[in-house]
């Protein structure tokens, strides 16, 4: 089983659409989680960081499962320049250093 | 503030023949990754420093792969000799600091794409 988990899409919506990703993880002691956005041929860049409690910035959402070990983002309102790959990112580690395993992505394709 | 910087952006070589890239982190940060990103699929963690120290590098095939960080600072990533599977983005990463408990933000550069013909 993966470390990280999550379907490659891609989801394809409207401008103005809801759209949810999911990512299931394997180690139940992970530490931290992430979501990671990838444009086309560019690197990743933090988009945010998922709390126990859940968390918002702006119009994305998102949400840890400790005890289903998933991790969620809800995108609303969906726009043109949320067309990306969407990185499901797992600190597994309990020893302080930072190892990030990222899943392998899912694709958004956002049209008019 | 000045992004971590990568060269080359592409490369194109045989394979058999050696590969170097080049990676300058963001100013003070202490920790630097080396990735590898194969199409499709998510980045691949190959070797993470410390200062200059190794931290962890148990995914780096070192049998062709190795890396240095001399000073602390900048780091050298080395395939010799390349096989076709490692046709890829080689994306390197860095991060303030370590503190146990909690998880600095990693700053990716923009990556070296690597063909092997």
């Known amino acids: 089983r993966k470390e990280v988990e999550q379907d490659p899409g891609p989801f394809n919506v409207p401008e103005g659409a809801t759209v949810a990703f999911n990512c299931t993880y394997s180690?139940?002691?992970?530490?931290?989680f992430f979501w990671y956005r990838q444009d086309c041929r560019k690197e990743p860049k933090l988009l945010m960081s998922v709390y126990s409690s859940g968390n918002e910035d702006g119009r994305f959402t998102a949400q840890l499962n400790r005890a289903s070990q998933y991790i969620s983002l809800l995108i609303r309102d969906s726009k043109l320049s949320d067309s990306a790959t969407y990185l499901c990112v797992v600190n597994p580690m309990n020893t302080g250093f930072q190892k990030l395993v990222f899943g392998t992505g899912t694709r958004l394709l956002v049209s008019p | 503030e000045a992004g971590v910087a990568q060269s080359p952006r592409y490369k194109i070589i045989e394979k058999r023949q050696s590969v170097a890239f080049w990676c300058n982190p963001i100013s003070g940060h202490a920790t630097l990754y080396w990735y590898q990103q194969i199409l499709g699929q998510g980045p691949k963690l190959l070797i993470q420093?410390?200062?200059?120290?190794?931290?962890?590098d148990s995914q780096l095939p070192k049998d062709r792969f190795s890396a240095e960080r001399l000073k602390g600072v900048d780091s050298t990533l080395k395939i010799q000799p390349a096989k076709l599977e490692d046709s890829a983005v080689y994306l390197c990463?860095?991060?303030?600091?370590?503190?146990?408990?909690?998880?600095?933000?990693?700053?990716f550069g923009p990556g070296t794409r690597l063909t092997v013909l």
């Open positions: 990463a860095s991060s303030s600091f370590e503190r146990s408990g909690h998880t600095d933000t990693q700053y």
């Open positions: 420093f410390q200062n200059n120290g190794v931290v962890d």
């Open positions: 180690n139940s002691a992970s530490q931290s």
